[in-house]
């Protein structure tokens, strides 16, 4: 018997993006390893100290409870309210997890953030199948590689679009907007609600009559092009779900190294002050150290009430030394602080080269001193961070690192080593 029928041939999209956003991920992450704390609400604080609400579940969320929040307030108002010390390791290890399992569908794949990333799915569809298919095989991807934890899925033909759409329902959500309907789609959405377009820019767009995408429309892109320059051409396409922006499969040259810790509200002890100051010179040095870097201007910055109260200071030479950092600290607290109430430490390589320039012959001290940092390094590599330390950082905060938005699997952006 002939079969008379026919296959219906689906057609393939032009482009294809898929945006994946783990749900309160460091809370999921949490729960998936304490059953007990299923369904319940929990909030993660920067260690046992912390007073102020990193990320919460959504459990949580639905008593009012959001990121920011100080911890006493959270209890407060959401009843049976848990905190949890943030174990930053371990989260790294479950994105790492997730973000290389996502690498086996396909090679175009952008680590947005620690629980984000971007995917290029457009050259997959003749293997995988159609973008929807792809979407749901995204979700199951994330699920398994974890161990169990849910995210939201967006997808559309432009990155912009698709990080739209991947909010629209959450938690374990997924959203399709196909490129066809994206510039209906967003036509009603306000421009600031995109990824990308921040206040500033969303005050200039409302002096001209845009507050929506559609709005767009009546301002050329010329405008924004000769105010902007690329940006601005880019930020105009986005309102129309056009956004060129390709998924970057690689990581920049670092623009500058830092590392930040926030302190008791109003330390004023200058003993505490140098002891935190220490800590972030330290693990700057030890960073552009790990990438053969150097960098020849420091800055140095103490948050206070009015904003960073900030220097920065040139090396010459250029320096991977943390005593070298340590001395312009000292320098900063006898001549810029004036006894302020602080609230945060920052301490930043801002033009990290690399390590490659000729040391003063007449200085044989720096060849001693850079095997010296290699073993130390070495040793803090196997055995962990700090397990060879200045004396002082005994008396350091026990609060964790913290993962930074910009926080990569690899590269200099490895800002938290994975256990």
Known sequence: MINHSV??????????????????????????????????????????????????????????????????????????????????????????????????????????????????????????????????LVKQTVLEASGGVLCSVGLSGDKTTAKYAAKLHKPNGLTIIPPVRARATLAKVPVTELCGIANGIGRYLAERGVHTCGDMRRLPIGDLGQRFGNPGRRIWLMTQG????????????????????????????????????????????????????????????????????????RCNPPTDHAPDIVRLCEHYLRHVWAGQGCHQVQITALDPQPAGYQMDFLEPQHERRDRLNQAMDAVNRRYGEFTLAPTRLLARSRMPNVIAPAWKPFGHRETILQR
């Open 242 to 313: 056009l956004d060129p922006d390709p998924v970057h499969t690689g990581v920049d040259a670092p623009k500058s190294i830092g590392h930040g810790k926030v302190m008791p509200p109003n330390t004023r002890d200058p003993e505490v002050i140098q002891t935190f100051l220490l800590h972030m010179a330290e693990k700057v040095a030890a960073r552009l150290r790990l990438h053969r870097f150097r960098a020849s201007r420091i800055f140095i910055g103490l948050r206070i009430d009015t904003g960073f109260l900030a220097h920065k200071y």
């Open 7 to 136: 296959s219906r041939v689906i057609p393939l999209w032009p482009r294809a993006i898929i945006l994946v956003d783990m749900n309160a991920f460091f809370c999921s992450v949490e729960q998936m390893d304490h059953p007990e704390w299923q369904g319940r609400p929990i909030g993660i604080t920067n260690g046992a100290q912390g007073t102020c609400i990193i990320t919460c579940s959504y459990e949580a969320r639905a008593y009012g409870v959001r990121t920011g929040m100080r911890l006493k307030e959270a209890k407060r108002i959401c009843p049976g309210f848990i905190q949890v010390p943030a174990h930053p390791e371990r989260y790294a290890r479950v994105s790492s997890d997730i973000m290389a399992a996502l690498a086996h569908l396909t090679p175009d794949l952008e680590i947005f953030s620690v629980d984000e990333a971007f995917l290029d799915v457009t050259h997959c569809q003749r293997l995988l199948g159609p973008p929807q298919r792809i979407a749901r």
